[in-house]
């Protein structure tokens, strides 16, 4: 399958390891959180305060609020604009973040 | 006072760069404020520098008028007549007694506060997209239309393999044909609009020669990529436990209700949808600008009604890219001319003027043929999360409506919590004021994002230091 990457023919620096909830998953540089998140299969990474029920990217440019996650112990970091480090700890985030 | 007058334009879309360059070029200093890394906005949004795109106009259109507004900045930059801050988030503008403070937070982290000082400012803050609720359509998985173009040009990101787009508008064409070129398989295109009310407005459409070819080349496109269209279809539910596994579509009957036994289910890791856009007008709203409708008025010369503020591009009525430039250009022009105590010329802008005249009647025509189908509010069951944020659904809101006797969004928020969460009613605005019987009015939101506590103590305190 073509690629993103490869359509417009990016050619970014060695990818780098980030973890989710503790599993080690690449990253490219310059890859937001959410980005990395979908290039490793995962599409939700938060649970409502209500139902609890998965949520993950919606508007994709940080107005809905939907793709909330916890980086580094930060709580409630919208997925779709923080870029990832090396070595930056993705943690799911349930209900509002600050519970656990 | 020797120093030059100053123009903070707040936006870098479009609209904000073509004001930036011709505000510049008529003699003032520009700020430039935006809350991306790079210039472009939402229809020029570029790859982040670090993953190194050699070909990022393999994902755009009108790619040389973008190189023409790059290096227009980049000289103006390099020439120190516009500073272009970027990751600048502005959550309000304030007017005082010898100008404009403009606040912002900055960074992704958006805790660190900014203030940028002017003596006049023009907003170019774009618009968002308006989203109606259908069963499932918060199944990780569906996202808007503009926020799978959004991830796909900016972070080169797709969230799965097989998508539908769905919904109405122009703006379904770049983003199916942007995922099947990516390599998604793009399964269908649903639009609710149906190929008999493009006919009824084929006079008013074919008047535009250049958008005609741009139409019939998105048609080429999904042809060679094998992406089926159904029009005047709707999706009437999107289905799975913990994501998106497939969508239900229907064809819709003359009267815009789903016909019985025309749905057909489609199987997808990805929906993108969208039913049209909305300008974002916080900051003028907040600067006691008038509003015509949803969108900033503004007359010929691209001045709100409050003095020494501009607008141009989405936020004064959605209209796309080549209207923003247009706006933009004569907003710019007219800024320029008024700060340095001339009166602009009949014909200063007299070109850009045209463009402005045709395109603002395309676009009201365009309106009226894209259309989410008429009875929209009767997918919404009463179990569908409305509100994403405080997961309101649709039965409490009808029970707010009919049986507590709300008739207003804003009643049903007080009765419901409905558009009181993270996005205040950015997302669920519409549908609530759909289910409530009564059109969307603006929301009058004193700040454009959150503000964490400690900024907004301490805002304005550079000013009496």
């Known amino acids: ?100 | 006072m020797t120093e030059r007058a100053h123009l903070a334009v707040i936006g870098a879309g479009p609209a904000g760069l073509a004001a930036s360059v011709a505000a510049a070029a008529g003699g003032v200093r520009v700020t430039l404020l935006d809350a991306a890394p790079e210039a472009g906005g939402q229809f020029y949004r570029q790859p982040a520098a670090e993953l190194r795109a050699r070909r990022p106009q393999a994902l755009h259109h009108q790619w040389r008028t973008w190189e023409r507004l790059r290096e227009g900045l980049r000289t103006h930059v390099q020439s120190g007549s516009v500073r272009h801050l970027t990751e600048h988030h502005v959550w309000c503008v304030e007017r005082n007694d010898d100008g404009f403070t403009v606040h912002a937070l900055l960074g992704p982290e958006q805790e660190e506060p900014a203030e940028v000082r002017a003596d006049a400012v023009l907003l170019a803050t774009g618009g968002y997209e308006k989203v109606l609720p259908f069963p499932g359509w918060t199944l990780p998985g569906v996202v808007t239309a503009g926020g799978a173009q959004a991830m796909l040009k900016g972070a080169l990101a797709v969230s799965g393999r097989t998508a539908v787009v769905a919904g109405t508008g122009p703006l379904l064409l770049p983003v199916a044909t942007g995922l099947a070129a990516a390599g998604v398989d793009v399964s269908a295109l649903v639009e609710s609009a149906s190929p008999k009310s493009f006919v009824r407005r084929s006079r008013a459409l074919a008047a535009q020669p250049g958008k005609v070819a741009e139409g019939a080349g998105y048609a080429a496109r999904l042809l060679r990529h094998r992406v089926r269209l159904l029009a005047g279809h709707t999706i009437v539910e999107a289905h799975g436990t913990e994501r998106l596994e497939a969508v239900t579509a229907a064809a819709l009957d003359g009267a815009g209700r789903v016909r019985p036994g025309s749905e057909r289910r489609i199987p997808c890791d990805t929906l993108a949808v969208g039913h049209g856009m909305l300008p974002h007008t916080d900051l003028a709203e907040t600067l006691g600008c008038g509003l015509d409708g949803l969108a900033v008025h503004v007359d010929d010369e691209q001045r709100t009604d409050v003095p020494g503020v501009w607008a141009a591009g989405e936020t004064t009525g959605i209209g796309g890219a080549a209207l923003s430039l247009a706006e933009g250009h004569i907003a710019g022009r007219s800024a320029a001319a008024r700060l340095t105590g001339t009166e602009p010329g009949p014909g200063t802008w007299a070109a850009a003027d045209r463009v402005r005249t045709r395109l603002r009647t395309f676009f009201a025509a365009l309106d009226s043929v894209y259309a989410p189908p008429a009875h929209w509010t009767e997918q919404i069951t009463d179990d569908t999360v409305v509100c994403r944020c405080e997961e309101v659904t649709g039965g409490a809101v009808r029970e707010a409506v009919a049986e507590l006797g709300a008739g207003d969004p804003r009643t049903v928020k007080l009765l419901t919590r409905a558009g009181m969460g993270w996005c205040q009613g950015r997302m669920c605005g519409p549908a609530v004021a759909g289910l409530a019987g009564c059109g969307l009015t603006p929301s009058r939101r004193p700040f454009a994002r959150p503000v964490p506590l400690g900024v907004l103590a301490r805002a304005g305190e550079l000013d009496h230091q």
């Open chain 1, 1 to 100: 399958m073509r690629s993103p990457l490869e359509l417009v023919g990016a050619q970014p620096g060695p990818a780098f390891t980030v973890t989710l909830d503790g599993r080690e998953i690449e990253a490219l540089p310059g890859q937001t959180v959410a980005a990395a998140l979908w290039a490793a299969g995962v599409t939700s990474w938060r649970g409502t305060r209500g139902q609890g029920r998965p949520r993950g990217v919606f508007c994709g440019i940080g107005v809905c609020f939907d793709c909330l996650v916890t980086v580094n112990d930060r709580p409630n970091q919208r997925a779709c604009l923080v870029p990832l480090h090396p070595g930056d700890a993705i943690r799911t985030q349930e209900g509002t973040g600050h519970d656990d």
